[in-house]
């Protein structure tokens, strides 16, 4: 399964959805990214909304676009994400000082060698940041890229793309439901 195939599976009530599906995955529709890029976060975008099927479908679509190690790093992006943005979420919405002096005492070592261009790895970061609504995240890998030279228009690509896969995913959680309703 390709894009394309998801993008045929959308209804017409989310044409808009399926429109900007079409054309954030594009570099006209992502500028400030490379492809490898565009492909990594909409994989990890896709994860982080825990659609694995919607990654294989990004990631079959992104072809040759992302090497072995760059489909490694997603997952290892989403992974620890998926736990990262869990963890400072709560620290950030407790609203004690004393939480955020606080050693984590979880394991982060990949964040440090991801095994895929660092840089890379934290665009990764932030869009899996924004699908879970992690501002303590968002913030912190968005500091980082702006320090790494990052432009505001491939962070803004970031997180248009991470918002659409995301939206993406939402429908077909709903077509899912739909069609076992209907079974």
Same mark, same amino acid.
């Given at each position: ?29 992502? $500028?400030?990214?490379?492809?490898? &890029? ?13 659609? $694995? ?14 090497? $072995? ?44 060698? $991801? ?40 962070? &803004? ?27």
């Amino acid at each position: 399964m390709t894009i394309d195939d998801i993008r045929g599976r959308l209804p017409d009530t989310a044409r808009d959805i399926r429109l900007n599906l079409g054309s954030v995955l594009t570099p006209g529709g992502a $500028p400030g990214l490379s492809e490898t &890029q565009l492909w990594g976060v909409a994989a990890t975008a896709a994860l982080a909304s825990r659609r $694995p099927d919607l990654a294989d479908a990004v990631e079959a679509s992104a072809g040759a676009s992302l090497s $072995p190690a760059d489909r490694q790093g997603v997952r290892t992006a989403a992974a620890l994400m998926g736990m990262n943005n869990i963890y400072y979420r709560f620290v950030h919405l407790v609203e004690d000082a004393e939480y955020g002096s606080m050693p984590a005492r979880l394991r982060m070592n990949a964040m440090a060698r $991801p095994g895929i261009d660092k840089v890379d790895f934290e665009l990764y970061s932030l869009a899996a940041s924004a699908v879970t609504g992690c501002g303590m995240c968002i913030k912190a890998h968005e500091k980082t890229l702006r320090g790494n030279d990052v432009s505001r228009e491939g962070i &803004q690509s970031t997180v248009r793309i991470a918002a659409v896969i995301h939206a993406t995913a939402q429908l077909l959680d709903l077509d899912q439901g739909v069609a076992a309703e209907a079974a």
